[in-house]
């Protein structure tokens, strides 16, 4: 069981750093939103971003689902334990466009030093066209029973910093189911077998969808620089 102590600490601990997580958090978000390379009209390779820091309710609950695992977080290893204080979700159209965000991503960490990136970013999906897509990108993949697909980077202002970020990078169709699962299945998962089952016949149907964006840009591409 979970110690309300354990857990007053834990909350607590949040709050005293929480003005330094939403500063960084609102430096990572403006980086995305103003980037020009991944930003600038007519056509920019973000669609659109969405921020947000974890609430304290929010907070409690995974603080007592992680107790049920054996796992107590309190005010000392909080930080350590729990890494989505603060998230970043970053949405985009085709999968071509995925690669100039990573790129972007990797010069601002590893090159300029800027992000550390705590862990290595990991992308779910239970597509086999879209593994075999980012295994091309030397990017860890990893199945979720529930059909869940999207990029997670994990990243720090310094290798040091109790202080991180979780960025999420997914299409707008991707984004789309997750926001039907996140309705059904947060904070308490949906008993209902059918709801889960048709949630993974939506999965596959937005996974159809990427692939039909991705092939109406590879086609422009190809008009565009066929010979006239």
Known sequence: ???NGT???????????EFEISTFLLGVTTWFEKHPKL???????????KSRMK????????????ATEGIIIDGENLFSQITDLAGVRVLHLHSEQFCDIHK??????????????????KAYTWDPESTKFFENLKI??????????????????????????????RTLFEEIWGEVDHSLNYPVPCSSVACQEQLRVLAKLVGAGS??????YRSLGEQNTSPS
């Open 1 to 3: 069981m979970c110690d």
């Open 7 to 17: 857990t007053a600490a834990a909350i607590s601990a949040y709050k005293e750093k």
């Open 39 to 49: 930003s600038c009209a007519p056509f920019p390779v973000i669609h659109s971003v």
């Open 55 to 66: 609430n304290p309710d929010h907070l409690r609950e995974k603080i007592a689902r992680k």
């Open 104 to 121: 972007e991503i990797l010069y601002k960490s590893k090159e300029l030093g800027d992000w550390y990136i705590a862990e290595p970013f």
């Open 140 to 169: 860890e993949t990893h199945v979720k029973a529930s059909y869940y697909t999207s990029v997670h980077y994990l990243i720090r202002p310094r290798p040091d910093s109790p202080i991180c970020c979780e960025i999420q990078v």
């Open 211 to 216: 692939r039909l964006v991705d092939s109406i």
